[in-house]
């Protein structure tokens, strides 16, 4: 069994409230929202971040976005506008060594 957590969401062992899947990424609500909207969206695959997916299955990476632009669109978000962000390395603070896009919206957001 693994222990990656978004595997096992992944594989169904843990409980999630999915908004969006295709066969190849899976989104859901982040149990932790910063966002009215908050959306995770993953590579059902597991690779550890954006950079390890990118380099290694870009067309993956390209579903990923595919994905991230359905959500969005469920979610109203195209006309107020949204924030992606794939948290990258723990320095930045990335908890969850599965690649996943953050995908904020529903509130305004300052300057990076
Ligand atoms: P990051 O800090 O970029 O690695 O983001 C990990 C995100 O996963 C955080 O925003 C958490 O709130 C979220 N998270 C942790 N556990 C779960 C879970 N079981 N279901 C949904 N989101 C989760
Ligand atoms: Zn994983």
Redesign the pocket.
Known sequence: MTDC??CR?VAGE????VVYETPATLA???????APV?V?VIPKQHHADVAALGAADPALAGEVLASVAAVAEKEGLLEGGFRV???TGSAV?????HA?A?VLGGRTYGDL
């Open positions: 957590l978004f969401i843990i409980p999630a409230t859901f609500r982040d149990i932790s929202p910063k908050h995770l962000v794939f948290n603070g990335q908890t969850v060594f996943h953050h």
